[in-house]
């Protein structure tokens, strides 16, 4: 028995999510989904250049929150307060390596996106944010996979 690669788990994905929110969901109307594809490249601007302050800032913040909990109560931040910032980081790379695709309307930029989607998802995850992971995957992978169409 031959072992998956990630490249193989992901296509898959892909292809169980592409039945459900491309196939099975109701369709958005074309011209709905052209201004999604106009306008998502300028989305993923505007949302990386509100979230680099933020990171900075949580930096910040979490080292001097960890400090004075420390001292208060004997524990710091968790782990997963630093693994959240971290795969925000990553998400922010992965939206930033899709700008080129997004404005080109290539399927490389669609994949950066769909993989910075599922790092967000798994971020939700960690910190058991269950509401926010239903929620999330279902809004973002219905507008992912109702555009999916639009890029080669």
């Keep these: 028995m031959s072992e998956k690669t990630t ?3 992901l296509n898959g994905l892909e292809k169980t999510l592409d039945v459900y929110f491309a196939k099975k969901a109701p369709a958005l109307p074309k011209g709905g989904k052209d201004f999604i594809v106009k306008v998502a490249p300028w ?3 505007i949302g990386v250049i509100i979230s680099l302050p933020g990171i900075l800032t949580l ?3 979490g080292s001097v929150a960890s ?3 420390m001292r208060t109560v004997g524990y710091g931040l968790g782990p997963t307060y630093y693994v959240s910032i971290i795969l925000l980081i990553v998400v922010i ?3 930033l390596l899709a700008l080129p ?3 080109n309307r290539k399927k490389a930029g669609w994949n950066y996106i769909f993989y910075a989607t599922l790092v967000g998802l798994l971020s939700n995850l960690i910190v058991l944010n269950l509401v926010g992971f239903v929620v999330g995957a279902l809004i973002s ?3 992912l ?3 999916r169409e639009y890029y080669k």
């Design 7 to 9: 490249k193989e788990h």
């Design 141 to 143: 992978f219905y507008f």
């Design 43 to 45: 989305l993923v601007i």
């Design 59 to 61: 930096f910040g913040i």
């Design 93 to 95: 790379v992965l939206e």
């Design 145 to 147: 996979f109702q555009v």
């Design 101 to 103: 695709g997004l404005f």
């Design 67 to 69: 400090n004075i909990m």
